[in-house]
C-alpha cells in the first residue's frame, strides 16, 4: 500500500497549521516546499524509528513495541585479539 504525500508552500502552511499538524498527527507526511523546491516533512512523533517502520510494515521484523527480555549469550573468542590478527595480516 503506498500513501500519497501532501505537498504544500510555506504560506499555505502557516495560515492552516492546525489542518496540517492534524494531517500528520494522523500519519499523513506532508512536505513543506519553498516555491516549489522540498525544504522540510511534517510528520508524527513516533517511538519507532521510520527506518524500522517500514522495516515492520513490510513483514520483515516483528516487534511489540517493548524492550527486548534478553538477548543470545555472548561467544567468547579464543587466541588473540583480533586487533593483532588484522595488523599481522596486513603486514
Do not use: C, Q
Request: aromatic share 4%; charged share 30%; hydrophobic share 35%.
Amino acid at each position: 500500500m503506498t500513501t500519497v504525500d501532501i505537498r504544500v508552500g510555506i504560506r499555505e502552511l502557516k495560515a492552516n497549521l492546525s489542518h496540517y499538524v492534524r494531517l500528520a498527527r494522523r500519519g499523513e507526511r506532508v512536505i513543506v516546499t519553498n516555491r516549489g523546491e522540498e525544504v522540510a516533512e511534517l510528520r508524527a512523533v513516533t517511538p519507532v524509528h521510520p527506518g524500522l517502520k517500514g522495516l515492520i510494515d513490510s513483514g520483515m521484523v516483528k516487534w511489540s513495541g517493548g524492550k527486548p527480555s534478553s538477548f543470545p549469550r555472548r561467544h567468547t573468542l579464543r587466541g588473540e585479539p583480533l586487533s593483532e590478527t588484522i595488523l599481522r595480516e596486513r603486514r
